[in-house]
């Protein structure tokens, strides 16, 4: 399974988790009767006050977590988002940097160099 996010809302002033146990666990059984398994190592949980079990696995607690698309916080803040793209738009501009000074064939044969790493 990949890309999948599960959303659920908890009364702070008195908090019931297992509502999303459950939910959870229902994702859990969906998973097995299709023959789908989860990537414990990329499986995680972003919260405010409780984490989540697969039975024998803790799911990790993150501050921030990459959801299709875009990199949500749980503050609920463009942070995270905007520094991901800022650092992989510079890393990419560095390439284009670096295959100038190394030469690259002409000037006209960059934009169709281009696209492959932007894309990426």
């Known amino acids: 399974m990949d ?4 959303a659920a809302t908890v009364n702070n002033t008195s908090p019931d988790y297992q509502p999303s146990q ?7 059984a969906w998973t097995k009767a299709n023959h789908v398994t989860l990537n414990h190592k990329k499986t995680v949980v ?3 006050a409780f984490a989540l079990t ?17 990199t949500l916080d ?3 803040t463009w942070e995270q988002h905007v520094s991901t793209i800022v ?3 510079s890393l ?5 940097r670096r ?4 030469g690259c064939p002409h000037r006209n044969s960059l934009p169709s160099t281009r696209p492959s790493f932007c894309r990426s």
């Open 87 to 89: 650092t992989s738009a």
């Open 54 to 70: 697969t039975g024998d696995h803790t799911l990790d607690v993150v501050r921030a977590a990459k959801i299709p698309g875009v």
């Open 99 to 102: 295959l100038k000074t190394l």
């Open 74 to 76: 749980d503050r609920l």
């Open 46 to 48: 972003m919260h405010f």
């Open 22 to 28: 459950v939910t959870f666990n229902n994702l859990l």
């Open 92 to 96: 990419r501009l560095y390439m284009l």
């Open 3 to 6: 890309d999948s996010a599960i």
